[in-house]
C-alpha cells in the first residue's frame, strides 16, 4: 500500500511539472524576456559579434526564430523583414532572427544565396534560446517559427507561433507594434494611423462639461499624480485637485466609478483613469 501511494505521488508529482512545463508559453507575455546570450553575424555576412538581450535595452525588439538556414520558406520572411527595415527603423524597432545554425552557417547563407539584409542573424548553436522561448521542436533540434515582440523595459508584449509551412505577415507585426507603442486600447482590425478605442467614461453631468474644466483625483506620495499636476502647471493650465485622503465626496466619486489606478484626471466630459499623459495632452492640447 506505501509502495502504491509512492508511485501516485511520483505520477502526480511528474504531471505537475508536465503542465507547468506545458504552460511556460502561455505566462510568456507580460512577463521579463528569457536572457540571452548568441554569437550573431551581421546582414552583410562580413562580422562575427555578441548579443544579447541587454543589446536591445531602451528599444522595442522584433524577436523571430525560422527553422534553418538554406530552406524555402525562410529566405522569404528574412527578406520582407529587411525590405521593411526602415518602417521598423521609424518605429525605434531593431530586428533579431534566429536559428539553430551556426554563425559560420549564417554566414555562408548571406554569402551564398540569401543575399545582404539589413539587421543580424543569431546562432543558437546549444539550442538554449529556443527552449527558453518555447519554439524548440526537441526532436528536431530546429526552432519553430516563433515571434516576440519585446519593449524598451525587456517585457514580452506580444508572441506568435507558427507551423514551419507558413511565413509570417510583416505588415502585421508592424499592426501589433504600433498598436502596443500607442499604449492604448486597439480594437479588432486596428489600422496604422488609425484612432484606439476611447477608454474614458463619457457619463459626467452637464455641470463638469465645460472644455478647458480640470479636475485631478490624487493622493499624497502618487509620483504619477505628481507628474500629471507637473504637466498641468507647466502648460499654464488651471485645475481642481482632489485629495481622495480628505474629500468625502471624491472618494465615492471613485467608488461610483469603481476606478481603482491613480490619478483619475477629468476633462469636460472625459474621465482618464491612471497615468495617461498621452491622452490628456489629446484632449487639452
Known sequence: MVYFFFICDIIITETIMQIKEESKLNRIIGKKAPDFHLKAVSGDGEDFFDVSLDTYKGHWLVLFFYPMDFTFVCPTEITTFSNDLYLFDEADAKLLAVST????????????????????????????????????????????????????????????????????????????????????????????????????????????????????YTLPGCSYCRQVKEFLADNGISYEEIDLDSDMQGQAFMDSRGYTALPVTVIGSHEISGFRLDKIKELLL
Open 101 to 216: 545554425d551556426s554563425e559560420y552557417t549564417h554566414q555562408a547563407w548571406i554569402r551564398n544565396g540569401l543575399g545582404r539584409i539589413g539587421y543580424p542573424l543569431g546562432a543558437d548553436k546549444t539550442l538554449s534560446m529556443a527552449a527558453d522561448y518555447g519554439v524548440l521542436l526537441e526532436d528536431q533540434g530546429v526552432a519553430l517559427r516563433g515571434l516576440f515582440i519585446i519593449d524598451p523595459d525587456q517585457t514580452i508584449r506580444y508572441s506568435v507561433i507558427h507551423d514551419n509551412n507558413i511565413g509570417r505577415n510583416t505588415q502585421e507585426v508592424l499592426r501589433v507594434l504600433k498598436a502596443l507603442q500607442t499604449g492604448s486600447l486597439c480594437g479588432a482590425n486596428w489600422t496604422i494611423g488609425s484612432q484606439p478605442l476611447k477608454e474614458d467614461r463619457p457619463s459626467l453631468p452637464d455641470s463638469f462639461a465645460s472644455d478647458k474644466t480640470v479636475r485631478i
